[in-house]
Structure formats: structure tokens, C-alpha cells
């Protein structure tokens, strides 16, 4: 069932990972649908650009690295402070190639933590 402009006015989605490829298209593509925005990401130029390109709802932006602990519970803390979400849309993560020897166990930790925890 498509979803209508109707049914979203007044609903609020949180977007984690809303910076680039993926997160900011579907940023977008919400804000057309008349929903108001709380946009995450750890990059505050690049949540700027597409907070911009959402016009017509209220965006808030939100400045966390998702791969740090507890950062999951501070999160929904300020994007639940101005009122409630009704839809999350958890896009964030990352990957990086490398070989078994060349593990950088800090950042594998941080990778486990954004996908598996937050």
C-alpha cells in the first residue's frame, strides 16, 4: 500500500547515518513525504547540507558517533527531548577492508558497537 502525504504530516522519523549515499536519500525522500526530521551522523557540514535540502519540515540535527559507547542511549535522549519518533530509520554503519594481520582491534570494536549494539 503506497504511502500517502496525508498519513506522515506530524509524524516525526529519526535517520541515523543521514550524511551521505543511502541515509541522505532517504532523508529526502521522508521530508517530501511532509515528516518532520531528526537527522544523526557524526559530520555536522555534511548533516547541514542535507538538512538544507529538506525543505518544507523542521529538521534537527544531532552530532553522535554511534560507534561510541552508549552513544545509542544519548541519542534517543535529545532526539525524544522536542517530542516523540515515530519512525527510526537506523542506516548507520561502515566497513573497512584489510587483511586478518593488519586488525585494528579499536576500530573493529567501534564497528561492533554501531552495528550490533546501537
Partial sequence: MPVSKSTCVGKRALVTGAFSDIGAAIAREVAKLGVDLVLT???RDALAAVA???NGVNVEIIIVDLGER???FTLWASATASGPIDILINNAGFGYFRRFEEIDWTRDAELMQL???S
Fill in 70 to 72: 552508549d552513544a545509542a
Fill in 52 to 54: 538544507t535540502a529538506c
Fill in 41 to 43: 551522523a557524526w559530520r
Fill in 115 to 117: 552495528i550490533m549494539t
